[in-house]
């Protein structure tokens, strides 16, 4: 079942599955885009006394307007989690799967359920990184509670009907779903406590570490490329083996690559990478689109693999990210130079981490003395983390290990103290050090949380200044409360996903018997493949056929070789000994321990009916005398039920009978 | 199916660990190593041994190297680059990143020492470029058959022990390992699986370790007291590992103490290893791991560069120099400075090949050694001897070869006598078949394989439900009459007869199938054929006052006395099988008994004992699988009387 398709990056799809018998959780994310609905904090403050009245006012008036910021929720915001997903009970799941930092921030709310006893499987590198976002994103929603002061039965005032109802009919629809039923995936933020919680019951992996879970299935992570830990699940049950493709980039700039090759030899694939959804409406736009005859001319070539492979990891994609981030440098590079300061909101961690080299560099280029910012409470633990996993960065990354040089350039910037991490931007060290202009790296992207709402308040009337957004669902909803703005903004897309391009070779690569596809994506690119294409869309529940009609055993050739075989008229058969082992998936036969075990009698399975005459002349050869009687009920019985009195040498008595033995 | 182990190095001796393994027509050599101790062609193993043609491409699958020490990978650049191998070689990141540096060394101590170079500069970068790294737990698929996969060691930084399956055999090579965590390291981790061959080092075979703390603080005050009276300390260590973890403990101590003795490594190599160790933190322990946000553990404060012209520089000091065991290089150099001044201390910490200075300093107390026939060294400072070493001791070996319980064990990396007796302990104490072959001798060890077989449902599932059997053999002590206290030892057996439930059927021209016996007759087309016994026989009832009233008619309630008491009475006599009282019928395993009442049973065979009322029959039937069972509870019930 595919719970929900989520939306770009930060809110990666969601899926349910159950095979052989165990339930499994893809991902569990956060909604955090939802949060434009409210308003950040220093508007609220200002407008807390007019509330009352303003709001009557309002819903009287009842009139469609343009959305100003007064319209947006002032209260503690809450957080959206996956709706369908609350109609299951946790304590019914088996297994959850993370496949991204960001797939995992709302798993708190499942891990704090009670009765709650999934085994959770997370990279190592993803988890920490995750760990540390949920903890960001806890101490600044601290930050902002303390505005608002302790919980009140207020704040919930626009979850009720009356407070649902003045609120615009944009945000309504954030707030409900187009199908005014999501209210109910609206949840509090969980806790500090709650984050330490769930990482407690985090199990981590490395990339390729096959993990199995109840001896059945085979679980192992392979690497996605689109961000440190990201990674693409195979699942191997004794019955089927499935593989997830969650967005994937091929080659990374500074994550491992998209490791496809691990996934070839499966039956099934889910194909779960949304993220060209969003991005081919653009690119239709700008008439840059490839258009599917072309790719697909390409595609009728007889490949071999190692030729999709190698166009696959062609590196066009990564250099036209790496242009991408060149010209974002070059960009706030000549607002700063005009003596405006960049704000840079971005959460993505290898663009950070890439952003700041490249930055950087270009600003250590010119003369200009500019110092770059980075306010978050991790960030320093983050950077530090960013510099001790080699095992997860891509190629270029590792050469540097081996040639004993830092992983990412900013270990070095620190020291020469061109870049300052403070934890805040109420710390005392920051104010002292406080240079105008600057560049500042900053949560949170929903520009409604953290050290970026005091900043972007502070610069918005400057001309001077430069914002740089990712392209999100709204931005205009985004800014909206710090509208009007002075200040120049720059969206910017980034990869998060296969390009549709190379989708169809990748699918040829890997051969699946199976392939899952969503729906949604189905008018956008044709599937010539023979193989069977299942398309899926959101809360649908779909049966698949199993591949495999019965379960292998594997029988140990010590154990085989001391088999007592019994010649029947076609087949041969023995009787199984020794113990049932099920082992990664695998049912195996092994001899058993049992010692001493000749007087224990092997169960004795009798077939076939005697013949009471032939017995009889048997019986008599071994001196054995006795005298057949026919039994009188079942007479009409055509089988040889009767009777032996047996007379010498002792008294004794054969009865046959038929028994009532259903097969 | 057999497994094919050629010993090319460290076969019953420690030095060039090689050992090149054939599993189901797969070779992987394990380390590539050369030895210390010899300047010759014997440094190296001999690789002629794996193919006559030098075409090693062809006859290897893979090289696979444990960790950095140069006895597990010093012949490595000489092997891919001389003798022209260029098939995969995998080891883990942190070998990958710290191997250049071990080798690079070396080289260069080579140099002064004015021997003939074996390999070059380049021939090390070449050679690590063929270097594929692996992550710990990543399970690497080689080619189609063979799979790789690494276990932490402990043993140095990236230490791992690898793991090889090739079809259904398995087996585990470990390099060389520490069960113990040390000042920077954990302990070494491996899953429970199920080896055919496991390849252990035995270099401490039957030496048991006390704790690490004591000997720690026995070096730390060694050092201490040494710079406290002015003198200089030399620590000769190869450039990795033991420098790191000495450094640790020092730093520590140095900042406990508030010392401000400096401390030096030897060129600027061990301070750049440094560089690496800070990277690779995630490699060490859990401790250490912890640290890196705030403090990185690898981050010395204390720690500087040596140069040359310190070595007669006044004042006391603390030196790393490479290489270890002094086998020449700037150790040598700075040893024949500092060795005539009793105020002086050379600590050499761990393991010293046979050959070595090192060696010598540790057999003994020297005042004299001769370096070549010209120069001879007055030895007059202290020695301190460091016992903590990061190979695990014979407990740790024995508790990794119980916990892995291979079918077959090979001991290498080891002294001769000391091998043959843990091998004897394995053998003994584990009944685990155990060799220690010596170099370029091969041992050949059976395989396990499996035969695949497709299994119905219903077997599966009825091997899902627990069948148990209980089953009482109860032991009755001799002494159980003589004392009150002791009870009868009756012990529950649980049998499980599960996987007998199924039956293997193998047709002409068919895979072979695993079918439940339920469905095998269903299969046959035949029924089920039970045979059973029968016998009504009579049995004496005591005579008592009350029974002798009701004697007479046999109700059902009286049935119910009579079988309540014949099961008391068969609990008392038997001791196997489970008696289950069933009212008006008495149960053990497929044995029925009731009270027969018809005159007429067919059963009955003779009207011999007609006492009347004295005797009640009995009509018992049985099946034939526990034929035994019934004959003896018969016999039990013909010789009692109710």
């Known amino acids: ?663 | 199916m057999a497994i094919d182990c050629l010993v090319l190095g460290a076969g019953q001796e420690v030095g060039k660990s090689c050992m090149v393994v054939s599993i189901n027509g797969k070779r992987i050599m394990f380390d590539c190593g050369m030895h210390m101790g010899y300047t010759d062609s014997r440094r190296y193993p001999d690789f002629s041994l794996i193919s006559k043609n030098g075409d090693f491409d062809n006859a290897l699958t893979c090289v696979i190297v444990t960790h950095f020490h140069l006895d597990h990978i010093g012949a490595l650049p000489y092997f891919t680059e001389v003798c022209g191998y260029k098939g995969p070689i995998y080891m883990t990141y942190p070998t990958k990143a710290l191997a250049p540096l071990m080798l690079e060394d070396y080289r260069k101590n080579m140099d002064r020492r004015g021997e003939d170079e074996q390999f070059t500069s380049d021939h090390i970068a070449e050679c690590m470029k063929k270097v594929i790294p692996v992550d710990l737990k990543q399970t690497v698929q080689v080619d189609k058959d063979l799979q790789i996969r690494a276990y932490y060691a402990g043993h140095v930084i990236g230490a791992a022990m690898f793991y090889a399956k090739v079809g259904d055999a398995a087996m585990v090579y470990t390099g060389d390992y520490n069960m113990t965590p040390d000042r920077h390291l954990g302990a070494a981790q491996i899953d429970r699986l199920q080896l055919d061959l496991l390849i252990t080092e035995s270099t401490y075979a039957t030496t048991i370790r006390d704790s690490r703390y004591g000997r720690e603080r026995e070096f730390l005050k060694a050092v201490h007291n040494c710079v406290a009276a002015g003198g200089k300390v030399l620590i000769p260590t190869f450039a990795l590992g033991r420098a790191q973890e000495l450094c640790i403990l020092l730093e520590d101590y140095w900042e406990r103490m508030n010392l401000k003795v400096p401390i030096y490594f030897s060129a600027g190599l061990t301070i750049q290893a440094n560089m690496y160790y800070k990277m690779l933190i995630n490699w060490t322990s859990q401790k250490i791991k912890e640290t890196y946000a705030t403090h990185n553990a690898f981050d010395f404060k204390n720690v500087r560069n040596f140069d040359r012209s310190l070595i007669n520089a006044p004042g006391p000091c603390v030196l790393f120099a490479t290489p270890g065991m002094i086998v020449g290089g700037f150790s040598l150099e700075v040893f024949m400075q500092w060795a005539p001044s009793e105020n002086n201390l050379v600590t050499l910490p761990g393991y010293c090949v046979a050959g070595t200075i090192g060696h010598k300093l540790m057999s003994g107390k020297p005042t004299k050694i001769d370096l070549d026939k010209d120069t001879q060294i007055n030895v007059r400072c202290q020695i301190h001897q460091l016992s903590f070493s990061p190979h695990t001791d014979a407990k740790g070996i024995m508790d990794l070869v119980k916990f892995l319980s291979p079918k077959h064990a090979i001991l290498v990396h080891g002294e001769k006598p000391k091998m043959a007796t843990l091998k004897e302990r394995i053998q003994s104490e584990l009944g685990i078949q155990c060799y220690c072959p010596a170099n370029n001798e091969t041992v050949t060890i059976p395989s396990t394989h499996y035969v695949k077989a497709d299994a119905s449902g219903t077997f599966i599932r009825s091997c899902l439900n627990p069948n148990f059997k209980f089953s009482t053999c109860s032991s009755t002590d001799k002494s159980y009459l003589d004392s009150n206290k002791s009870k009868a030892v009756s012990r529950l057996s649980v049998s499980d007869d599960r996987a007998t439930e199924g039956i293997l059927v193998v047709e002409k021209g068919k895979k072979a199938k695993v079918i439940h016996q339920d469905e095998f007759l269903h299969m046959l087309g035949e029924k089920k054929h039970e045979i059973q016994f029968a016998y009504c026989f009579p049995m004496h009832m005591a005579r008592t006052e009350d029974l002798s009233s009701t004697s007479h008619m046999l109700c059902s309630f009286d049935k119910c006395t009579l079988i309540s008491r014949l099961s008391m009475i068969l609990s008392d006599e038997l001791s196997e099988g489970n008696i289950l009282d069933l009212g008006e019928e008495l149960q053990v395993e497929s044995f029925h008994v009731s009270v027969c009442s018809s005159d007429n049973c067919p059963h009955r065979l003779s009207s011999s004992l007609q006492n009347g009322s004295e005797s009640v029959f009995f009509c018992c039937h049985w099946s034939v699988a526990d034929e035994k069972l019934a004959w003896k509870i018969i016999s039990i019930m013909k010789n009692s009387t109710l």
């Open chain 1, 1 to 663: 079942t595919c719970l929900s398709k989520g939306g770009g990056f930060h809110f990666p799809p969601c899926h349910m599955l159950s095979v052989s018998g165990f339930r499994i959780l893809l991902d569990c994310p956060l909604d955090l885009s939802s949060l434009a609905i409210f308003s950040p904090v220093p508007i609220a403050l200002e407008a807390h006394e007019s509330l009352e009245t303003d709001s009557v006012v309002r819903k009287k008036q009842k009139i469609e307007k343009t959305l100003d910021a007064n319209d947006l929720v002032f209260a503690e915001p809450w957080y959206k989690t996956v709706k369908s997903l609350h109609l299951w009970d946790a304590s019914f799941i088996d297994v959850i799967l993370i496949s991204s930092p960001t797939g995992m921030l709302g798993l708190p709310f499942l891990t704090r359920t009670k009765d709650f006893s999934a085994k959770i499987y997370v990279t190592e590198a993803a988890a920490r990184i995750g760990q540390l976002m949920m903890e960001d994103l806890v101490s600044i929603h601290m930050e902002l509670r303390q505005f608002y002061g302790p919980e009140d039965s207020s704040s919930l005032q626009w979850m009720r009907w009356e407070g649902l109802e003045v609120l615009p009919s944009e945000l309504k629809k954030i707030a409900l779903g187009a199908d005014c039923e999501e209210l109910g995936a609206w949840m509090p933020l969980y806790s500090a406590v709650d984050v330490k919680d769930c990482m407690r019951k985090v199990q981590t992996l490395k990339y390729a570490e096959e993990a199995c879970y109840n001896g059945t299935l085979v679980i192992k992570a392979f690497s996605s490329g689109l961000e440190i830990g990201t990674c693409n699940w195979t699942i191997n049950g004794p019955k089927r083996n499935i593989a997830y493709i969650s967005s994937s980039i091929f080659v990374s700039t500074h994550a491992m690559d998209f490791n496809f090759l691990g996934l070839q030899g499966n039956d099934l694939i889910i194909f779960s990478d949304f993220s060209t959804l969003d991005t081919t409406e653009n690119m239709e736009n700008d008439n840059t689109y490839c258009d599917p005859a072309a790719s697909s001319n390409a595609s009728d070539d007889l490949y071999n693999l190692e030729e999709i492979a190698a166009s696959l990891l062609k590196d066009d994609e990564s250099m036209e990210e790496m242009e991408k981030l060149a010209f974002i440098c070059t960009c706030a590079f000549d607002s700063v130079r005009a003596g405006g300061s960049v704000l840079v909101p971005i959460d993505r961690l290898g663009i950070v981490l890439c952003l700041l080299e490249q930055m950087s560099l270009l600003l250590e280029s010119s003369s200009l003395k500019v110092p770059i910012y980075i306010i978050s409470s991790v960030a320093e633990e983050l950077l530090a983390f960013t510099n001790i996993i080699p095992e997860w960065l891509c190629k270029q990354r590792q050469e540097k290990l081996f040639s004993g040089e830092p992983l990412f350039a900013h270990v070095k910037l620190i020291k020469e103290r061109k870049i300052h991490v403070f934890p805040a931007v109420h710390s005392v060290e920051l104010l002292t050090n406080w240079q105008e202009p600057c560049v500042v790296f900053c949560p949170h992207w929903s520009l409604r949380l953290g050290p970026v709402v005091h900043l972007l308040r502070y610069w918005c009337s400057d001309p001077n200044s430069l914002l740089i957004l990712e392209s999100g669902d709204d931005a205009n909803l985004a800014l909206l409360p710090f509208k009007p703005m002075a200040m120049k903004v720059l969206q910017c897309s980034f990869l998060s996903g296969i390009s549709l391009q190379k989708v169809q070779p990748l699918l040829k690569a890997l051969q699946p018997k199976l392939l899952l596809f969503p729906k949604d994506l189905r008018c956008k690119i044709q599937i010539s493949e023979a193989n069977t294409i299942i398309h899926y869309s959101e809360n649908e529940t779909l049966c698949m056929p199993s591949s495999k009609e019965s379960t292998e055993i594997y029988i140990a050739t010590d154990l085989a070789s001391q088999f007592h075989w019994k010649t029947l008229k076609q087949e041969t058969v023995t009787r199984l000994d020794g113990e049932l082992f099920m082992d990664q998936g695998k049912h195996r036969l092994l001899s058993g321990f049992r010692q001493a075990d000749s007087k224990q009698h092997r169960p004795l399975l009798h077939w076939g009916s005697p013949d009471l005459k032939r017995l009889l002349t048997e019986l008599s050869k071994m001196g054995i005398t006795g005298t057949l009687k026919k039994n009188m009920d079942s007479a009409e019985s055509k089988n040889a039920a009767g009777i032996i009195d047996i007379d010498d040498p002792e008294k004794a008595l054969i009865d046959v009978r038929e028994t009532v033995q259903s097969p």
